[in-house]
């Protein structure tokens, strides 16, 4: 079995807010792996369990651009968040958001080599990437990028320079607006219920299924009565459905007025949204820990072998 260190407790802790113990049998239970262990938690102690799940781990910033009716989103990561308030790296990653709208690259590769010069640096992007790296002293790369070609109108928020949504709509540029802010807030998966990923779904419904299970479980060893299979079932869809609810754009509450959904307020202004792109900084990146005793004392052995 993998042993459990006191450095993957804290990970998971941070990831889940749930208690040191608890983090700590769920791993222990889970062999080691992360991913399961969240799923633990999950089932024994619900939503608690997963409100911090989505921290973000990386450092950059996300840029947007426009040519004419083409817009593009564009993130670009760096080492840590000082370099995310250097003008010369600002402006870097205003040029490649811009580029994308303009050029229309195929993809990373194609985006690095479109003309630009900065700082002295050039002619291409990727040029004055390298050239940014040897001035500024870290490392920085063009993560990713989504162009939008113009056939529908575009709405876009940032949230400083972390958080990037573009909205394609047809109707109201104020309600399309405030829904890119919602979605910047909210962070929904999907436009609609329909279109949640079917393996989120599928997640969802064996955490459902999982935590009936315990439930009975608890119930059985109580001397209480066990709920049928019948209610068991109603209950997990119960379950996913709620969950599609929060997580599609469309079924959630407004975040201006949560007495109506998105839905209703786009019927209200006649407008359609059509989709919707969402941009957080360092989402699914593991950034570096470092383990400042271990690299202190690896050092100071190094100095007294080279005395």
């Not at 479109?114 to 002295?120: A, F, I, K, S, W």
């Not at 919602?182 to 935590?211: C, G, N, T, W």
């Amino acid at each position: 079995m993998a042993a459990i260190t006191a450095s993957m407790v804290a990970e998971l802790r941070g990831k889940t807010d749930a208690p040191m113990m608890e983090c700590k049998r769920a791993l222990t239970e889970a062999g080691g792996d992360m991913a399961k262990a969240e799923e633990i938690l999950r089932v024994r102690l619900g939503s608690k369990a997963g409100k911090a799940s989505s921290r973000i781990t990386a450092e950059g910033v996300v840029a947007y651009g426009v040519e004419g009716t083409a817009g593009a989103l564009l993130e670009v990561n760096c080492e840590t968040d000082f370099v995310t308030k250097n003008d010369s790296f600002l402006a870097l990653a205003k040029a490649a958001a811009q580029a994308v709208a303009k050029y229309n690259p195929a993809d990373l590769a194609a985006l690095g080599a479109c003309v630009y010069e900065q700082d002295g640096f050039g002619p291409t992007l990727e040029d004055v990437r390298k050239g940014l790296i040897g001035k500024i002293g870290e490392n920085m790369s063009f993560r990713r990028f989504k162009r939008f070609d113009g056939s529908n109108q575009l709405a876009s928020y940032l949230h400083g320079t972390r958080i990037g949504v573009v909205v394609e709509y047809e109707g109201n540029e104020t309600a399309a607006k405030d829904v890119a802010m919602h979605v910047a807030a909210m962070k929904p998966v999907a436009l609609s219920s329909q279109d949640v990923p079917a393996e989120l779904v599928a997640r969802e419904r064996s955490v459902a299924a999982a935590k009936a299970a315990e439930d009975a479980a608890v119930a059985t060893a109580a001397g209480k009565p066990v709920q049928s299979a019948e209610i068991v079932a109603k209950r997990i869809d119960g379950g996913v459905q709620k969950f599609l609810k929060e997580v599609s754009l469309l079924n959630q509450p407004f975040v201006k007025n949560d007495k109506q959904s998105v839905e209703q307020m786009l019927k209200a202004a006649a407008t359609t949204v059509k989709s919707f792109t969402l941009y957080v900084v360092g989402e699914g990146i593991e950034k570096k820990v470092d383990d400042f005793a271990a690299e202190v004392a690896a050092q100071v052995a190094a100095a007294k072998q080279a005395a």
